[in-house]
């Protein structure tokens, strides 16, 4: 089992550009979560989809961030425009629907 | 979701037990206890959980009082891959998405 496979591991961008992570969660997981983290604000759940919908997206900061689940083994977490505060390091995890979750090795976003 | 307190840091020799603290004073009836930690540039990783009874695994043993206002996680014999943050987390396990809450969780320094 490869776990949950997070693509690129690092992105250094500059403001204003569009960024998109990736997420692949462990085969036959039905609940995909984004979460970001950083010095100031620790680990903070963005959004969540079960079986491919999304449930709530109370967490995303703002109409720049937005998230897609396309299939049960593929997400994107996109930025547009990106901005110096969204520096941070985004980690996609995902649960089989029970009690786990499996998180990501992360993706360290810098921006410039 | 019940608030948690941790200690904000805690040092353990290598090879001596360490234990770790946590108050939820508010927890409801059908809340658990979870346990997670992050070794350091790594996602969280899942320890155990609990709802009332004492529960034992391989990584860890968790021990809930009678009251559930309070718990304590044991690492038996700490080496120094266990150095690390630990976060208690209190929450409603339900099968339609499981957020997390993540505190600021202890971090545990496993020393020579």
């Known amino acids: 089992d490869a776990g949950v496979i997070q693509s690129p591991r690092h992105e250094v961008t500059e403001m204003g550009q569009e960024v998109t992570l990736r997420c692949k969660p462990i085969?036959?997981?039905?609940?995909l979560f984004w979460y970001r983290q950083t010095m100031m604000r620790g680990l903070e759940l963005l959004i969540y989809?079960?079986?491919?919908?999304?449930?709530?997206d109370s967490g995303m900061p703002e109409d720049r961030f937005s998230a897609k689940m396309p299939n049960a083994s593929f997400s994107t977490l996109k930025i547009q425009p990106s901005e110096p505060r969204d520096s941070a390091v985004y980690f996609c995890?995902?649960?089989?629907?029970?009690?786990?979750?499996?998180f990501g090795p992360g993706t360290r976003l810098t921006v410039l | 979701d019940a608030k948690t307190t941790q200690p904000t840091s805690m040092d353990c020799a290598e090879g001596r037990a360490a234990n770790l603290p946590c108050n939820h004073s508010?927890?409801?009836?059908?809340?658990?206890v979870y346990w997670y930690r992050q070794i350091h540039s790594q996602g969280p990783q899942y320890i155990i959980h609990?709802?009332?009874n004492n529960e034992t695994n391989e990584m860890a043993s968790l021990i809930i009082t009678e009251d559930r206002k309070s718990s304590t996680l044991i690492l038996p014999h700490a080496t120094l891959r266990d150095t690390a943050v630990y976060y208690c987390?209190?929450?409603?396990?339900?099968?339609?998405?499981?957020?997390?809450?993540f505190g600021g969780g202890t971090r545990l320094m496993v020393k020579p």
């Open positions: 085969s036959g997981h039905n609940s």
């Open positions: 989809f079960n079986n491919n919908v999304p449930i709530d």
């Open positions: 995890a995902s649960s089989p629907g029970q009690d786990t979750q499996y």
């Open positions: 609990g709802l009332k």
């Open positions: 987390i209190v929450r409603v396990a339900h099968n339609a998405g499981n957020m997390l809450t």
């Open positions: 508010t927890i409801s009836g059908n809340e658990y």
